[in-house]
Each structure stands twice: as C-alpha cells, then as structure tokens.
C-alpha cells in the first residue's frame, strides 16, 4: 500500500527545497520533541533569512541553536527564548541581528491551531492588558477583557515523532508530543523525523495521534545528537 | 534591611500543600513552586498538570530514570504516575484557558492589592523577554496562588499597591503565600490569614497596601 507520503532515505533529502525566506515551523519543547537532525539538515542545506516558529530558540550547540548561530534565521516567533544555555540565541539578540516576536506560550499553540483549522482569527483573555497585549485589537465578552490573535501558518513544518508507518501516520512518545500534531496541520508541507518507520497496519489506529493526511515526507533517524534543554 | 525571619521555603510549600483539596487538578509552575510537590500527602489525589503536555506528573526523575521525552514545564527530567496522559500543546493551554484546572501556583516577582500579577519581565534594558506559559497560567486557572518571599533581597515588599513591574494578567491572584504572612486578595480588601514569625502591626507598616487582621487572634 502506498499513499501520498515520500520515506526519504536521509535528512538532508528531506529538507531539500526549503527556500531561503520560507516560515518554517520548528517542533519541540526545550529538548524533547526537538527534530534536531532535521534542522541540522536544514543547516546543512543552506536555506537562509528563515522565520523560525517554535517554543523556543535553541539550546546548547546543536539544532537550532546551531541554525540561529549561522546567521540562517531573521526572525524567531516563540514563547521562551531565554534559556540557560540560550548562548546563540542571546548574542544574535543582543548583536540585533534576529527579529523577535515574544508569544504567550498557550497563544501561540492556539494560534497553530487555529491555523490548521482554518480559523481565521479568535479572541482569548490571555495577555489582555500587559505589555504582550499592546497594539491589538480588544473585545469585552460577558464583562472580561479579550485580544485578537491571528493563525500561524508555516511554509514547512519540521516535526519528530516516536513512530510514523509508511502511509505517514504518527504516534508520539510522552511530553515529546508536544508541538507536533498541531504544526503538522499548520504547515503547507510537514517533513517528519521517527525513532522507526513500522508497516501499514501496525500502528493501533486507536492509537494513531497524527493521521497520514498531514504529512508529507518521513524519514527515519537515530537520535544521536545531544540537544540540551536546560536541565538535560 | 528587614530582620523579619518568617518560615523557610519547605515549610512555606507545607502551607500552600495543606490548601490543596483533595482530588484538586493543580499546576506548580516552575522554581519555587514546585517544591509543593513534594509535601502533598500520596494519597491526597491532586493530580499534577504541566503545561508541555502532561497530566499525572510524578517526582523529579533521578539516574536510570531519566527520559529525554519526559520532561516538565521547567525541561526537567520528571517520572508518570499511574492514570497519567499526555496531550499536544493546544490540548494542554485549552485545559488551562478553558478554566479546567483547579488551582496555578505561580512565583512573582509583584503582586497588587488588586490581584495583578508581575511575574515574567524585569523590564530592565537588555534583559532579554521570556514570557512561557506564565500568561496563560495566570489567568487560566480557577483560582491562582502566589507563592513568594514577602520582600525583595534589599528589603521592598513584593505586595504592592500596583505594580511596577509588567504585567503578567490582571486581577487573577487569589492568594499570596509568602514566608511572613498568607494573604487573601478579595475584592476592595487585603486579608492577612497567618503569620509567621511576625505580627499583624509590623506586617502593616512594612507593607504599603492596606490590611485586614483576619487571624485567628484577632476573631478571638
């Protein structure tokens, strides 16, 4: 059986033809969920002047850290950019040479979300009258203060999953879920990373977080490259 | 310089522990906060939230037990208990925006009289903005508790008439659980509930918000 989904023999082939420019979507929390061969692929394959949507900006030397240390990104839109090994980050900051667009944490999965869903935009209390609510629009609803906040869509998502099958449906393992199944559905493309790439039919369709709709290309990766999060 | 010793951070956690009903849903932020964890009773029920996608969240993971998959809001390595779930990011923000979770335990850097929030930015030149999920959590939960040291290490109380700091969220703290006193923030009025090592008169000149004397001394 075979569908839509291409299972590309290396990173490197499934990051081709990301552009210079491009809004790519960047999966994980600190460390876990990182799909840091992807992004060293990326790395690797030259792409520059991206916007990078993810939690946060990288820890460590490796993954985005390393693509944020290379000059390759303009902007970053994330929740938590400090971090206490945010090294590249911090000096690219500081040096003004990196945009940064500071989202409140549930906000900016929402507005994911919202984007995969094709919402157009949603009012949410969070950030109503702080300093991250300036300069947008705002509603009373029921007595209670809201903003509007509008979809993130991404050129290409670049997610890691525990187990894709060869149609292209994906489990995740624990906290590692994290951004995975909402930026899958956010992005034009969605490039995949997995622990294991298993035959059609051995995942428990019960079990199935992502269905194969959302994604594009897989390929299977050895997690060998030491991402740090700031405690690991 | 304040000589005021209140109670340590352990027994202060004991506090806020002892608040928590049973079979509560409760989220502990990061830092300080978190320690609570460690003196609520095994079987007390209160199942713990974190915000990166985890219902059910066990003891910090040590040795042999570490998973890089497994993770708390602070990416520290944590354990899963028995009745644990996991949950994309929307999954788990919807859970807090949507008022699901009983109780947040936040740290602050401020709080007002009127339950506002500072607990994100310094706001000092070229401290780089970091704001997480403390937004969400502020206002997210049923009811929000702070959870501090009264006063700054230079000696300013950190319960203030407004804050100065900015904002994290608007009029969504409920108590303050510092190290000399538990407040209550109630509508038009500050209670003092306990207080440790102090007394109520020089709780309130040391504190520029006005206060309400609702220990158990003063209804005797």
Redesign the interface.
Known sequence: MTGRVAICDSALEAVAGIADGATVLVGG?????QPVELVEALLEGGASELTIVS?NAGGGDHGLAALIRDGRVRKVIC?????SDSWH??AA??AGAIE?E?????????R??AAGAGIGAFF?????????GEGKETRMIDGR?YLLEYPLTGDVALIAA?RADELGNLV???????????MAAAAARTIVQADEIVPVGALDPEHV?TPCLYVDRVVRVDRNLAVS???? | MSTLTGIDRDALARVVAADIPPGSFVNLGIGLPTRISNHLPPDSGVMLHTENGMLGMGREARGKAIDPDLVNAGKVPVTELPGASYFHHADSFAMMRGGHLDICVLGAYQVSAAGDLANWHTGQPGDIPAVGGAMDLAIGARQTFVMMTLLTRDGRPKLVPECTYPLTGLACVSRVYTDLAVFLVEPGRVVVRDLFGTDFGTLATLVRVPLVDGTLRAAS
Not at chain 1, 229 to 232: A, I, Q, S, W
């Open positions: 929390f600190g460390s876990a969920g939690n929740s938590y950019p400090r971090q980050f911090d900051y500081r940064l500071l989202v409140p944490q549930g906000t900016l999965a929402e994911i979300r949410t209390p969070t950030g109503f009258g702080t300093p991250l203060g525990h995740y393992r624990k906290t590692a879920r994290n951004f995975g199944p909402i977080v999060g700031d405690r690991l």
